[in-house]
């Protein structure tokens, strides 16, 4: 087979070579070894049957990703062509059939039917690959229940999980190889890295209030499918439902995404003042920042008596857990100070969150704007007076990244001039590094 249809074969097969960025050499230094109980059925030279015990593992009631968590930790404490260690000696497994393995030792033993022995089971490595939804509104679910699922096998300690971005990363640079834009041999490439032992994968599909949920556990020596998963379940709440994807707004669409607030507010007309203060969100078709065409445009007038707060909002809920920092362009008719804002809900109660918060400046050129997350700040305003006018309570001050209920940008009349201006805000990303 040549390397191009090696190529084929791979991708057909779901990315089996699951790479997590580590040579064979730190398999050794980071597998932790697990122990398990088994009990002896026959001994034959080198042949051994046991009968294993698979110990229970806590799950979460009522929780989908915790079930499936668990299944696969069941199912997987040992898989085919993997090698243990039994009361000290070698041990190739050859066969699984439920609770009863068939291994191969290094050397003979003499073990008589009846005796209770000990596995040593290194953690094993575990791709988690994106799973479909193939019937459903919610496609988002998919990546809800496979982000939730990869921290949920980190937490039972029984795995070493492949991060998707080290993986696409990999078979990129595989990609590049085999297609001869790199001096690096594929079998060069693939031969210094360290191939996962497992991928999960498979689909979801909605009926009704309930998810049915399929998935397949591919042992990667064997190709095979190792074990199944069938569940099912409502999966998650309605307020569980976030976005962990990556997010790369360039206003270029025929219409705004719906999860934007466009909308114009006025202040009521004050006394000695010409003009009223307003504010308006909008797209403006011909203003964008480097190759983009749109961007989001907030026009206001701070001319008038009465405070304002001109903001975007995006009210998409998120998980951004995985980022580091949210990046952006921006760029205003004059100097002006902005506000990013993050709002998050406490896990309990949608209806208590915090508002943390961080300023930057916009002038009249393209600027791209960083702001990591771990320099956010609790709005004070937003403790006193802000939370109830948006219809909220504050919660209890804790930076909850995985339950964000909206993003904003704003620019307030308080620390900017009395003047009329807009700013523009284009690129919006979250950024990992």
């Not at 094993?124 to 019937?135: G, Q, R, Y």
């Not at 009223?276 to 403006?284: F, L, M, N, Q, T």
């Amino acid at each position: 087979m040549n390397w191009k249809s090696f190529c084929i074969v791979t991708s057909s097969l779901l990315i089996l070579v699951a790479c997590a960025g580590m040579t064979r050499q730190d398999r050794t230094e980071t597998g932790q070894l697990l122990e398990i109980n088994g009990t002896v059925q026959a001994v034959n030279a080198r042949e051994m049957t046991l009968m294993i015990k698979i110990p229970e593992i806590r799950r979460t009631p009522g929780s989908a990703v915790s079930e499936i968590a668990g299944q696969v930790v069941q199912k997987c404490h040992l898989i085919e062509g993997m090698t243990t260690d039994i009361d000290g000696v070698s041990a190739l497994v050859k066969e699984i059939r439920g609770n009863t393995v068939k291994v191969t030792l290094e050397k003979p033993v003499a073990y008589a039917a009846g005796t209770v022995v000990k596995l040593k089971i290194p953690k094993k490595t575990i791709a988690v690959v994106d799973f479909e939804v193939i019937k459903g509104a919610q496609k988002e679910a998919g990546r809800v229940t496979l982000e939730g699922l990869t921290s949920a096998l980190i937490d039972t300690d029984q795995f070493i999980v492949v991060e998707r971005s080290k993986l696409k990363s990999v078979m990129g640079e595989l990609q590049l190889s085999l297609s001869g834009l790199t001096r690096e041999k594929p079998d060069k490439v693939i031969g210094s890295l360290f191939i996962a032992d497992l991928v999960l994968t498979g689909t979801l599909a909605e009926t009704q209030d309930e998810w049915d949920i399929n998935l397949r556990v591919i042992n990667v020596r064997t190709g095979q499918a190792h074990a199944a998963i069938a569940l099912k379940t409502k999966l998650f709440k309605a307020t569980e439902i976030r976005d962990s994807g990556p997010w790369h707004e360039d206003f270029e669409g025929a219409t705004p995404d719906p999860s934007w607030q466009i909308m114009y507010r006025q202040a009521e007309r004050g006394t000695g003042k010409a003009s009223s203060s307003y504010w308006r969100v909008g797209i403006d078709r011909g203003a964008g920042a480097t190759d983009s065409k749109k961007s989001m445009k907030i026009e206001f007038d701070f001319r008038g008596d009465r405070r304002m707060y001109a903001q975007a909002e995006n009210r998409r809920k998120r998980d951004l857990s995985l980022y580091n920092g949210i990046e952006f362009y921006a760029r205003a008719s004059e100097k002006i100070v902005g506000q990013v804002h993050i709002l998050c809900s406490l896990p309990d109660d949608v209806n208590r969150i915090d508002n943390w918060t961080a300023y930057f400046e916009a002038d009249t050129k393209w600027e791209k704007i960083r702001i990591p997350f771990d320099q956010l700040v609790v709005a004070r305003g937003w403790i006193r007076r802000g939370s109830e006018r948006y219809g909220a309570r504050p919660g209890d001050q804790v930076l909850r990244l995985f339950r964000v209920e909206s993003f904003m940008v704003g620019i307030d009349s308080n620390k900017n001039p009395d003047t009329r201006a807009a700013v523009w805000i284009d690129g919006i990303n979250f950024y990992r590094d």
